[in-house]
Each structure stands twice: as C-alpha cells, then as structure tokens.
C-alpha cells in the first residue's frame, strides 16, 4: 500500500504541532500536544515530574529502569512510580560513563552510568535492568559497585510462560517487593527514614 497522499493515506505524522502536509483543511496533528509532552519527559533529565511525584507521596519509591521488559503494573500496584531511562542523548557529554564501558557500545549504558554519577539519578531509589542484551545486563553490576545504597537488580524474565520453559520461577522472581527492597538496601529511601 503506498503512502501517496491521492489514496487517501498519510504517509508520516505531521512535526508536533504542524498541520498535516497536503490536508486541505491544514487541521493540526491530534497528537501534537501528547507527543510534545512525551518528548518533554524523555528530555527532562533532572527528572523533574518524578522528583515532584515524590515530594507529593512521601515513603513512595520511584524506581529507575532500562527499557522494555520491566513489569510496570506490578511496580504501579504496589505504590512504586516506574521511570524509564533512555539515557542522555545528545544531551550529555559521556566522560565517566566511558570508565566503565567501552566506547564503542551504544550510548544507553555508558550516558545512564554518566547521569548516575552526575547525581542526575538520586531521586530513583530502586533500578531494575532487564534482559535486553549483554550490556544491560551488566549494567546492573555496575550500579551494584556504584550505588550500592540503593536496590539494583538484574530482571530476567522468561519470553515463554510455559512452566516446562520457564514459567514456573516468574511468580518467585516477581515476588520481591519494594518492601523487600528496603531490607536489602540500606539507601535513602524516604526523607523520614
């Protein structure tokens, strides 16, 4: 199927906020507004939203994590805010983040291991890595060695439920709660512990 405007499809969304090219009505992309904002938020590292989520839900965790596979509905159902870490972009300069990988990997870990040690990351109390390739996973070992006062851990969850595969340690794995989590980590959790 082509994406020719003559047959009544767009071929790409319009730059948020920008009319849709070759609409006649010139209508603004409905989505404009949200994608701002998601965009804003990626951009945002003093992770401004979750330091204010905080200061409005004293004792609440917020846990930092590498995208994708990190289960936010637990997470969510126990009081917890899930943040994702997409790294800095082309917005952070990685010196230090480079002490610990090797700077021909992708700039995810190493920029994540700079704002870490730029502070940018201290309003996190929790960081969850998932399987997402070898460097992620290392990643946690990494966090563990630097920010030892807080709870890292390494999420390894099975892609098939199949018990005879794997599915049977889920409910183990998925058990650990944030309240475990503050047993394990002697860290900052709360402003009043």
């Known amino acids: 199927m082509s994406g020719s405007a003559d047959n009544g499809h767009r071929a790409a969304a319009a730059p948020a906020g920008q009319p849709f090219p070759g609409d006649p009505g010139q209508q603004e992309d409905p989505a404009a507004a949200i994608l ?17 989520w905080k200061q409005r839900n ?12 990190v289960p936010r509905p637990l997470l969510e159902a126990q009081g917890c805010l899930p943040v994702a870490l997409f790294g800095g972009g082309e917005q952070v300069e990685i010196i230090r983040g480079d002490s610990y990988f090797q700077s021909y990997i992708c700039q995810l870990p190493r920029s994540v291991v700079e704002l870490g040690l730029r502070g940018d990351l201290d309003v996190f109390d929790a960081f ?21 006062e807080r709870y890292v851990a390494y999420l390894d969850l ?22 475990d989590w503050r047993r394990a980590a002697p860290g900052p959790w709360t402003t009043t512990r």
């Open 36 to 52: 701002a904002r998601c965009q804003a938020l990626v951009e945002d590292l003093t992770f401004a939203r979750a330091r204010a």
């Open 58 to 69: 004293p004792g609440a965790l917020a846990v930092g994590y590498l995208p994708v596979y």
């Open 128 to 148: 969850l890595f998932p399987s997402t390739c070898d460097v992620v996973r290392n990643l946690g070992g990494v966090f563990k060695l630097l920010f030892g």
């Open 158 to 179: 099975p892609q098939s439920f199949d018990p005879a595969v794997g599915g049977a340690s889920t409910p183990a794995r998925c058990a650990a709660s944030p309240r």
